[in-house]
């Protein structure tokens, strides 16, 4: 399957090497400062002006997968610094989530307007007519911007009838839809760990590979050769990421012969939620009693809520997302099961370390580091056997993982168990529109409604460890959610829908 972009190809490599340590090595230290050399075993670099930065770039990305945090620049520390306490079956990432890499930053130009050399030293001069500033000038025969008095207004662009102006901005900073990322004093991309809720948007934009999330996989892998009854919790996303001729089965067999026991649908928990937020709406919304209600399932929308809108913060519903329920309901099934949530979303990981979730969800991987476990056991799902799976979720929690799949789920099953109630949705995908909503919601204009905000444009087949396009993935999904057998759960499963939904989180959910 053809990938997306070689710094995917590069994440991947290096997560399936890492596992492959975990697995098959009788010497870690050794093998896991070989990894470099292996991502870069020539004397000639491929990606950079020479191999010595191509492996240290390797090194930081070999120490990220192993969660731990990058090594400091003005002192010699080993790849291995800090393994003992990252050999074990038990361990959350070590805090921030997302990092820049500061050997592999490029120092992309922040917000700047500069003359290619389409222009044409027209007789017009519009350009320089329309800077207010005086900042364009003719230099040698063609336009040129002195960016010591440029404000970036972007009159001179609009101006020019050759499109010969270009507006350069740091490809990750465009990405981030909270503004959370600037530059530091050598010009680095520099992420404010205070304002970033872990979207990832920003790792996926940046075309050089320098922002990277953390992995459990080094500890994951650790837990199953341990012989712990380790069991995987899928996102309905998974549905298309590994071939399109990969069934659920094929699925199964594959997550079978990594170390797993057995296999849950996280669709299910969704289903749990959907019935839950039906009944709310209709009590609590439809009547008045509250303004209106946030979803909770995306975590990077919650966090953005918590963090900027806490006022709001009271809105946002209490039922626990889809992870957590389904977590709740295998734990409840198994106390001996540990639970690895498998899905597209790096914030994922952020929920799972609040303490209060932590006795459900004991681990997070996303597809892509999933891929590398594959890989370094050579395992391809689609050459394997199917394995019998009984998957029991509806349409309803399935369209969870698509940009208004959520308001879609809990409309549908409004309409059904209260027929002729007035429903009022909104939603919202991508940081930026989600803060505009929440703005909204503040002075008061959505009162009465169902508001579900997404981080990722897209919705959760959007996050940043997906393997297939964004478009692809959300047809692939649509048409799971079509073939379900059943469109929306039964009322009668209220009861319990309620039972594994609901829990009164601490007063600050954050830790």
């Known amino acids: 399957m053809k990938s997306q972009s070689v710094v995917t190809d590069l994440r991947r490599k290096i997560f399936a090497e890492v596992a492959r340590v975990a697995y098959k090595s009788e010497s870690v230290a050794s093998d896991i400062e070989a990894i470099p050399y292996i991502i870069t075993p020539d004397e000639e670099p491929k990606y950079r002006e020479n191999i010595y930065r191509e492996r240290q770039i390797a090194a930081e990305r070999v120490r990220l997968a192993m969660g731990l945090s990058l090594r400091p620049a003005n002192k010699p520390v080993h790849i291995t610094e800090g393994l003992d306490a990252s050999n074990i079956a038990d361990k959350y990432y070590e805090p921030p989530l997302m990092q820049v890499i500061p050997s592999a930053c490029d120092k992309c130009p922040d917000n700047e307007y500069v003359v290619s050399d389409q222009c044409r030293n027209c007789v017009s001069h519009a350009c320089i007519k329309a800077c207010p500033k005086g900042a364009v000038s003719i230099v040698n025969g063609h336009a040129f911007i002195d960016q010591s008095k440029c404000i970036k207004c972007g009159r001179c662009k609009a101006a020019c009838p050759y499109d010969a102006i270009a507006h350069h901005i740091r490809p990750c900073a465009q990405a981030c839809g909270i503004k959370c990322i600037s530059s530091d004093e050598f010009g680095r991309a520099k992420i404010d760990n205070d304002k970033c809720v872990a979207c990832g948007q920003c790792m996926a934009a940046c ?101 900027q809108f806490p006022d709001l913060a009271p809105e946002i519903s209490q039922e626990l997302t889809p992870m957590v329920a389904t977590a709740r309901h295998i734990k409840e099934k198994d106390p001996e099961a540990r639970v690895v949530f498998i899905g597209p979303c790096a914030a994922k990981k952020l929920e799972a370390s609040r303490t209060y979730i932590r006795s459900y969800v004991d681990f997070v991987i996303t597809f892509e580091e999933l891929a590398g476990m594959f890989d370094a056991l050579e395992i391809i799902p689609e050459e394997l056997e199917e394995s019998p799976i009984e998957f029991t979720a509806t349409g309803a929690g399935r369209g969870y993982a698509v940009a208004g799949g959520v308001a879609n789920a809990i409309e549908k099953c409004i309409n059904e168990y209260y027929p002729g109630t007035e429903v009022k949705i909104q939603h919202a995908e991508g940081l930026a529109e989600c803060k505009k909503m929440l703005t909204l919601a503040k002075a008061g204009k959505l009162n009465g409604y169902m508001i579900e905000g997404m981080g990722c444009p897209g919705g959760c087949v959007a996050g940043v460890g997906t393997i297939i396009p964004v478009e692809r993935a959300k047809v692939t999904v649509e048409q799971m959610v079509a073939k379900s057998a059943k469109s929306v759960p039964d009322k009668s499963l209220e009861e319990e829908g309620e039972r594994l939904t609901r829990m009164s989180p601490p007063e600050n959910p954050t830790l």
Request: net charge positive; charged share 20%.
């Open 207 to 307: 075309p050089f590979g320098a922002i990277a999330d953390k992995s459990q996989i080094f500890q994951l892998i650790q837990a199953i050769k341990k012989g712990d009854k380790v069991v995987a919790a899928v996102a309905p996303a998974i549905i298309g990421q590994f071939g399109p001729k990969v069934t659920p089965g094929k699925t199964k067999t594959a997550l079978l012969k990594v170390g797993f026991k057995d296999i849950y649908e996280v669709a299910y928990g969704a289903d749990m939620g959907c019935i839950t937020e039906a009944h709310h709406y209709v009590k609590s919304i439809a009547t008045g009693e509250q303004p209106f209600l946030f979803t909770s399932c995306c975590p990077a929308w919650v966090e953005l809520t918590r963090r």
